[in-house]
């Protein structure tokens, strides 16, 4: 048996010091930010304005203060939304803007205009968030969760709304991801700002095992960029894929889903030509569910999702025939008094696939607020090729992940994101010969006579 295990403490701490002129994007985060300029009917800027932010889903506020030339900013915030902004100053109508939804990184412009106080209390404005307003540190997309559920995908891969992107490319294999050009294994992906990619470079996938480390119901936004050049990101060559996991809101929601293929769903001609295909069943079951533990202040969401398949591989047509495998066993288990057991025409390769993912976030107050989550992920499958059964080998992967996450907004013009995460990931490659059985080689060739 031969255990790949790496574990790794991350902590990180971002410093965000607000002004009027600089704006500081970070791809790898998992909260949103917005600002704007508010003027007046003059067009001048409005100064000591009341900003409130509300996430409606929640309930959570957000006050910002617009400064001497009328611009305001808030960070940590939630991703997603809906979002409901208010703005109001002295002698000028409120306005609001709502339906409006931030994804994680560069912060979102938003923008108002006040008219002078009149017989008109209130003016309504509903709106979406600017996107081509968005600064960002390199070429890439973002995604948000309705894009990422109409996305359709066969084998429930993330990388399938990845490849909407042109700088994208895969060879069709689930996690198979090329950013720019680059190799899978030069990418990085983050789950709630915490990497979770192939560490050790024997996968042709950005994924860390046999499936994505994730559900695609958990995910809330997702987002990809190239040639990124911020001094926050670092850990990769390729490109970066940042995913930002849904949270529990008021209202209690949840979502049970099975899927099922096989032999009996694919088709068994081509070009007029009979296939023949061996039996085989695939399955993938799972849910989520999210919802208020106090309303206002405290959320859970909670996540399950299992893949079950055992597709047959045939070594029919391979040049080594079966009865030689068969005739060569004998000497094998005399000469080293082990037996190497057959070497069948179709040998069923099963594979499985298990996530759980738990989250907490709490809104300790208007200026903190926390979240917390673990994911554990369990992969098995098994390395088989055109040689006896005992030379093949099991590869379980197994993945468990913590995460925490605190936002806080000590002043108009400073705010801090701490985060601590601890990821260990074991890769086992166990051969079925077990321990005692060394590497077995056999040359045929024909006798030359002395």
């Known amino acids: 048996m031969n255990n790949f295990t790496k574990s790794a403490l991350l902590l990180g701490a971002a410093t965000i010091m607000s002004s009027t002129l600089g704006v500081t994007a970070f791809a790898q985060t998992s909260a949103s930010a917005v ?19 509300l996430h409606v889903p929640t309930g959570r506020v957000s006050t910002a203060t617009t400064s ?23 002698g000028a109508t409120p306005e609001i803007k709502e339906g409006l939804s931030f994804n994680a990184g560069s912060p979102v412009s938003v923008n108002f205009d006040l008219e002078a106080l009149s ?27 309705s894009d990422v559920e109409n996305q359709p995908s066969v084998d429930r891969d993330l990388t399938d709304t990845l490849l909407r992107d ?24 983050a789950i709630d700002g915490i990497f979770e990619q192939d560490d050790f470079g024997l ?9 994505s480390p994730i559900s695609l119901d958990t995910i809330e936004s997702v987002s990809i960029v190239a040639s ?18 849904k949270s529990g809101t008021n209202s209690l929601d949840g979502v049970a889903f099975y899927e099922r293929s096989g032999s009996a769903f694919i088709g068994d001609r081509i070009a007029g030509t009979d296939v ?7 399955e993938t079951y799972g849910g989520v569910v999210g919802g208020p533990i106090i309303k206002d202040k405290l959320f859970f969401f909670g996540s399950y999702e299992k893949y079950d398949t055992a597709i047959p591989i045939t070594f029919q047509d391979r040049d080594f025939a079966p009865e030689a495998y068969a005739a060569l066993a004998p000497f094998i288990q005399t000469a080293f008094g082990f037996d190497p057991g057959a070497r069948p025409l179709v040998v069923s390769n099963p594979t499985t696939n298990e996530k759980i993912l738990g989250k907490l976030d709490w809104n300790i107050n208007d200026d903190h607020r926390a979240s917390i989550s673990y994911r554990r992920s369990r992969d098995t499958g098994e390395s088989v090729g ?5 030379a093949n080998y099991q590869r379980p992967i197994d993945v468990d992940t913590y995460s925490g996450q605190l936002y806080s907004d000590w002043s108009e013009n400073f705010s801090t994101e701490f985060r601590v995460g601890s990821s260990k990931k074991v890769l086992g490659q166990n051969c079925n010969a077990g321990t005692g059985i060394g590497e077995i080689r056999i040359r045929l060739g024909q006798m030359t006579p002395i």
């Open 203 to 211: 996968r042709s996938s950005t994924f860390p095992g046999n499936r």
């Open 68 to 90: 001497s030339n009328g611009v305001y900013t808030e960070r940590g915030l939630r991703v997603g939304g809906p979002y409901r902004i208010t703005v109001t100053a002295p």
């Open 35 to 53: 600002r704007g300029i508010v003027t007046g009917a003059d067009g001048a800027p409005v100064s000591g304005a009341t900003v409130t932010i």
């Open 276 to 282: 023949a295909l061996d039996d085989f069943k695939e």
């Open 119 to 145: 017989v008109t209390d209130e003016i309504i404005v509903v709106g979406r968030r600017l996107t081509d307003i968005s600064l960002n540190n390199g070429a890439g997309s973002a995604f948000n969760a």
């Open 166 to 189: 042109p700088l994208t490319h895969s060879n069709g294999d689930v996690g198979n991801l090329s950013i720019g050009g680059q190799n899978p294994r030069f990418n990085a992906i």
């Open 228 to 245: 990124d050049y911020s001094v926050i990101n670092s850990g990769f060559q390729g490109g970066l894929v940042n995913v930002v996991l």
């Open 386 to 390: 055109n040689r006896f059964l005992s």
